[in-house]
Nanobody, 125 residues
């Protein structure tokens, strides 16, 4: 029912910035929790950040807090992740996700229903 398409990934040097976008189609997601996960080679998929319009709340993983900013434009049905001060440890495939978020913002993959294909972010060290 919901399609998510990420874009904006690429190669950047450590300390640089990158902005990821996630275009959503299908149902309006104004009531959804939406966020970003990432998966580095050989590692488990991990939570990065998420947001929910109700209450204007956001949630960030400790590893990206203060460096990444999540935002959404519900008119354009687009989710963004502004990534600053990038580190080599940020290298991963980044996935956009959406879920019902009935009671808050999940920080585990099982808390989300819809997933994008992912976009590669590579930070040179």
């Amino acid at each position: 029912q919901v399609q998510l398409v990420e874009s904006g990934g690429g190669l950047v040097q450590a300390g640089g910035s990158l902005r990821l976008s996630c275009a959503a189609s299908g149902r309006t997601f104004s009531t959804y929790a939406m966020g970003w996960f990432r998966q580095a080679s050989g590692k488990e998929r991990e939570f990065v950040a998420a947001t929910k319009l109700s209450g204007g709340i956001t949630l960030y993983a400790d590893s990206v807090k203060g460096r990444f900013t999540i935002s959404r434009d519900n008119v354009k049905n687009t989710l963004y992740l502004q990534m600053n001060s990038l580190k080599s440890e940020d290298t991963a495939i980044y996935y956009c996700t959406a879920g019902r978020g009935l009671y808050g913002i999940p920080n585990t993959a099982q808390g989300y229903t819809y997933w994008g294909q992912g976009t590669q972010v590579t930070v040179s060290s």
